[in-house]
């Protein structure tokens, strides 16, 4: 590059998953850093992936990586090596130091992560995700009161960085502004659908495949299994509601985290019959056709403070399939969701509730399938992919110009 011309600002985008798995979870991922190398040079710095690299995936990216490669379908590996990134963690800080980037994206909201990466004192955006010190410790009273002070405890270390953050609905922006953000600083995104990916089609051979019948009703749900989605809520409640229908099914599409944990649970519960788990599915294109299979879907999350606004990735996964999707009836979702309108919600820790809308689904199909086209639209609406990354882009450029002198681009 020539001495006398003006570099872009540099962005490092952080993360623990390498592209190939990042792009399965944020759905514009490519389309966003397409927008942005127009005005920016991105640094994507992550651990490496067993995977073989997508050439697409990574065009336009200067790649750094942490040397061991992370497997994010194998439970136990992802674990390890999650605890190794964190002993990693002060190299990558001077790395990422010597690079003198004018913005970091630590795109995954470990615990602590961004608190770390803001010892840098450089500007960064966060996304509220997953609320891990209560996914970790929310199992007790006890283990509740000591993850929401931890918690508030690192949202208050956000709220003193150069940082704003991104909420995917305003319940979720409320609950991070009560754990000490300046809500001036939150930006509300909801999260992207991914295009021509989940979408109707005939699924009538993987319903041959799983051996169910036109009398079996089956319900599905999917992705990643753990503890802040309620399996074993769902399972038990399972339990009794095949006493009543007997040639209910449901099936449970992905595993990792958690997934021997959820076959134990099915033996101990004699669900085999009725619970049907698949694994790890191949491609989400192999997840669109399982989902199709269904009758119903379901999206769920437990009845807690921390889960009340999240939008699970299941969610934009499961209403552009056309399929009536149930959901939990917390805040987040029921923002996007209207009851019997563009899907259903059931009362959360309601078992009769949850029973009662699933029978009124069985019962009526015709009425379920033009609630589930209904669903199909508004989840064009409210995750439109384009609008997403005009968010985002927006975003950093408020970033730059809140943080960062114009013209001082190292």
Same mark, same amino acid.
């Given at each position: ?33 397409? $927008? ?20 697409? =995936?990574?065009?336009?990216? #200067? ?8 497997? *994010? ?24 130091? !010597?690079?003198?980037?004018?913005? /970091?994206?630590?795109?995954?909201? @470990? ?12 500007? %960064? ?26 918690? *508030?405890?690192?949202?208050?270390? &956000? ?5 704003? /953050? ?36 005939? $699924?009538?051979?993987? *319903?041959?495949? @799983? ?25 038990? &409640? ?9 040639? &209910?099914?449901?099936? /449970? ?40 299979? $269904? ?30 999707? @149930? ?5 987040? %979702?029921?923002?996007?969701? !209207?009851?019997?309108? #563009? ?14 809308? =699933? ?31 005009? @968010? ?17 681009? *190292?």
């Amino acid at each position: 590059m020539a001495k006398n011309k003006k570099r872009k600002p540099l962005i490092i985008y952080f993360h623990r998953y390498p592209p190939e798995y990042e792009s399965e979870q944020f759905a514009i991922m490519r389309d966003m850093f397409d $927008a942005l190398l127009k005005n920016y040079d991105i640094v994507y710095y992550s651990m490496g992936s067993p995977k073989r690299p997508d050439v697409l =995936l990574r065009k336009g990216l #200067h790649m750094m990586e942490i040397p061991f490669e992370i497997d *994010r379908i194998n439970a136990k590996d992802k674990w390890i090596k999650t605890i190794l990134f964190y002993f990693y963690l002060p190299i990558a800080l001077w790395k990422m130091r !010597k690079l003198n980037p004018q913005i /970091i994206i630590p795109k995954e909201t @470990l615990p602590f992560t961004p608190s770390i990466v803001g010892l840098l004192n450089k500007p %960064m955006f966060i996304e509220v995700s997953d609320w891990w010190w209560s996914i970790i410790f929310g199992k007790t009273v006890l283990g509740s009161k000591f993850a929401k002070f931890i918690e *508030r405890i690192e949202v208050g270390q &956000w709220a003193r960085k150069k940082s704003l /953050i991104v909420a995917h609905t305003k319940t979720e922006a409320s609950i991070v502004e009560k754990k000490g953000m300046p809500l001036e600083r939150i930006r509300v995104i909801n999260a992207p659908l991914y295009e021509k990916v989940y979408y109707p089609c005939n $699924a009538q051979d993987i *319903r041959e495949k @799983l051996g169910f019948t036109k009398k079996n009703f089956v319900v599905a749900l999917h992705g990643i299994i753990h503890p802040s989605k309620g399996y074993d809520q769902i399972l038990g &409640w399972w339990k009794k509601i095949i006493a009543i229908h007997s040639d &209910w099914k449901l099936l /449970i599409i992905g595993g990792a985290g958690m997934e021997s944990w959820c076959k134990n649970e099915i033996e101990i519960l004699s669900l085999q019959k009725n619970v049907i788990m698949t694994g790890w599915l191949p491609a989400q294109k192999d997840v669109n056709r399982y989902l199709n299979a $269904a009758n119903c879907l379901l999206v769920t999350r437990k009845n807690t403070e921390n889960n009340s606004g999240i939008i699970p990735s299941s969610l934009y996964h499961s209403m552009p399939t056309g399929k009536p999707t @149930l959901a939990t009836g917390l805040g987040g %979702m029921s923002e996007i969701i !209207k009851h019997g309108v #563009h899907g259903y919600l059931y009362e959360p820790d309601n078992y009769e509730s949850f029973k009662g809308v =699933l029978e009124y689904v069985a019962a009526n199909p015709r009425i379920a399938s033009k609630v589930g086209r209904a669903g199909m639209k508004r989840a064009k609406e409210c995750f439109d992919p384009k609008r997403a990354v005009r @968010l985002y882009e927006k975003l950093v450029e408020d970033l730059l110009h809140k943080y960062v002198k114009k013209n001082k681009y *190292r």
